[in-house]
């Protein structure tokens, strides 16, 4: 079974410009979560999908975050326009759903902005 | 919300010993906690996994106790190889919602 994957796993950008990333979950699985992991710390949700309908936003900062997952498969994480302390890496989760509360993580895409 | 305090930050053992990490979380109502383990540049990878209506989880090396009462729980790694080296992270998933809250992660070192 292939796992989580994501794109790019890396990417250096300049401030204010934009930057996104991509998540294909593990097949079936309907839910669907972007992380920010800073160095040293754990993960944190900024965004969780039960399909297509985003159900908890509330950790994102909506003013230059947006993400979509227009078809209730993969999704993508935007940022516009990233700023210096957006640098950290992105992680992408899926979950079966349905009762079932195991998370797969993806590879991670690591930002740096400089 | 939810909040996981992990312990130790940092752990060093000797090839063949054993390893415990500790977290609390404060959620009375929370009743998911999985562990991962994070090697340099990797995915977090999922280990273990505890429900609340269980008190321990074995899996060869690896076990997890809960106590609900206290509102903690603890990964136990037995027979350390070099290969445990790796950050773990405890989470716990608040009722009723699926948002996992982690630790901060210890840091582990095992020393052949």
């Known amino acids: 079974e292939a796992g989580v994957v994501q794109s790019p796993r890396y990417k250096i950008i300049e401030k204010k410009q934009p930057v996104a990333f991509w998540c294909n979950p593990i097949?079936?699985?309907?839910?669907l979560y972007w992380y920010l992991q800073n160095l040293g710390q754990g993960p944190e949700l900024l965004i969780r999908?039960?399909?297509?309908?985003?159900?908890?936003d509330s950790q994102l900062p909506k003013d230059r975050f947006s993400a979509e997952r227009l078809k209730g498969v993969d999704s993508t994480l935007k940022i516009q326009p990233a700023e210096l302390g957006d640098s950290a890496v992105y992680l992408c989760?899926?979950?079966?759903?349905?009762?079932?509360?195991?998370?797969?993580f993806g590879p991670g895409t690591r930002l740096t902005v400089t | 919300g939810e909040n996981v305090e992990q312990h130790p930050s940092t752990l060093s053992v000797q090839e063949g010993d054993s390893a415990v990490i500790k977290c609390t979380y404060s959620?009375?109502?929370?009743?998911?906690f999985p562990w991962y383990k994070q090697e340099l540049g990797k995915r977090p990878q999922l280990i273990i996994d505890?429900?609340?209506?269980?008190g321990e989880k074995k899996d060869q090396r690896i076990a997890v106790t809960l106590n609900k009462t206290a509102k903690h729980f603890s990964l136990h790694i037995t027979e350390t190889q070099p290969e445990d080296s790796a950050v773990y992270f405890c989470?716990?998933?608040?009722?009723?919602?699926?948002?996992?809250?982690f630790g901060k992660g210890t840091k582990l070192s095992v020393i052949p």
């Open positions: 989760a899926s979950s079966p759903g349905r009762g079932s509360h195991e998370q797969y």
């Open positions: 097949s079936g699985h309907n839910t």
């Open positions: 999908y039960e399909n297509e309908e985003a159900v908890d």
């Open positions: 959620d009375s109502a929370s009743n998911y």
């Open positions: 505890i429900r609340s209506n269980v």
């Open positions: 989470a716990a998933l608040g009722a009723g919602s699926y948002q996992l809250t």
